[in-house]
């Protein structure tokens, strides 16, 4: 069964920085794009990140460049989202999400996670 677990999320003031972890299971993600999504109240989900199965290529939304890190451990079939300078503005959602392609398009990721909480208090 392939699931995607994501941890790491809570509460954090403006300019803070958290780590999420998305480990993987019934799959391994070395051949698969890892990506990150988050969906904030009332708003659609919104890509995030994106990093290709060898970690080569990485991929950010215009809101977060500069400010989070996505990386990948295939070793431990895990992929993180380092988040610093945290905003208000971030408060969503976060989901991992994996596929085939290297793209940041919502609907080509077959597989999801369940979802963290990040809440940026200013």
């Known amino acids: 069964q392939v699931e995607l677990v994501e941890s790491g999320g809570g509460m954090v003031q403006t300019g803070g920085s958290l780590r999420l972890s998305c480990a993987a299971s019934g799959f391994t993600i070395v051949n698969h794009t890892m990506a990150w999504f988050r969906q904030a109240p009332g708003k659609e989900r919104e890509f995030v990140a994106t990093?290709?199965?060898?970690?080569?290529?990485?991929k950010y939304a215009d809101s977060v460049k500069g400010r989070f890190t996505i990386s990948r451990d295939n070793a431990k079939n895990t992929v993180y989202l380092q988040m610093n300078s945290l905003k208000p503005e971030d408060t969503a959602v976060y989901y991992c999400?994996?596929?085939?392609?290297?793209?940041?398009?919502?609907?080509?990721?077959?597989?999801w996670g369940q979802g963290t909480l990040v809440t940026v208090s200013s």
């Open positions: 990093v290709s199965y060898n970690g080569g290529n990485t």
């Open positions: 999400a994996a596929g085939s392609l290297f793209t940041s398009i919502r609907k080509l990721f077959g597989a």
